[in-house]
Each structure stands twice: as C-alpha cells, then as structure tokens.
C-alpha cells in the first residue's frame, strides 16, 4: 500500500499562482511514475503532468508553459507548481503514482478554484 497526501489548493485569482504538493508514504525511486490529474465538474479526468523515474516529464498541451512538475527526492514529495493560473484551470488535482509492480495509487484530491 501506498499513501499519496495531497496539499495546496484554495482560491486564486487568474494569473495567480499556486502550489500543490503531494507526500508519499515510499522512496520515490519505488515508483515508475508520478503524476498529476485533474477533473473539472461534468468532465473526465485527464492527465496534467507527470514525472518519470528517470526525471523526464511530461504535460498537457493546455498547461504546457505554466506550470512545473518537479520532485524532492528526499522528501518523497511531488510538487505542481501552477503559475498563469486560468478559469478553466478549476477543478480537483489529483496525484497519483505507479509502482514497479504496476500498482496505480491515488491522492484523495485538492480543490483548485480559479476566479476573481
């Protein structure tokens, strides 16, 4: 088993920033990857960012520029840090994270509000 804690989230104006954060109860290197999704009200769930264990990354086209995956080793976190922020960027971010065994485990979601 694996616990994903998620932190960060709130209400921001458009252009603001935020940063979200995500603790894992294992050593990063147990995962192939780690991510972030996002699902808005009425919409599926789509991928945002996600990092892989070799540190390569990987975005959505509509966040491409704005916002940043990244990693604490040491700390067994995975951060988004979100600048630019959009009305369309509303939604809950989830993190997520896939095992070497191929285990998928979720983060129980972060509410991100967009609006002035």
């Known amino acids: 088993q694996v616990q994903l804690v998620e932190s960060g989230g709130g209400l921001v104006q458009p252009g603001g920033s935020l940063r979200l954060s995500c603790a894992a109860s294992?050593?990063?290197?147990?995962?192939?990857?780690m991510g972030w999704y996002r699902q808005a009200p009425g919409k599926e769930r789509e991928l945002v960012a996600v990092?892989?264990?070799?540190?390569?990354?990987n975005y959505a086209d509509s966040v491409k520029g704005r916002f940043t995956i990244s990693r604490d080793i040491a700390e067994n976190t995975v951060y988004l840090q979100m600048n630019s922020l959009k009305p369309e960027d509303t939604a809950v971010y989830y993190c997520?994270?896939?095992?070497?065994?191929?285990?998928?485990?979720w983060g129980q979601g972060t509410q991100v509000t967009v609006s002035s």
């Open positions: 997520t994270v896939r095992t070497l065994t191929a285990e998928n485990y």
């Open positions: 294992r050593n990063v290197f147990s995962f192939n990857t």
């Open positions: 990092i892989i264990s070799a540190g390569f990354t």
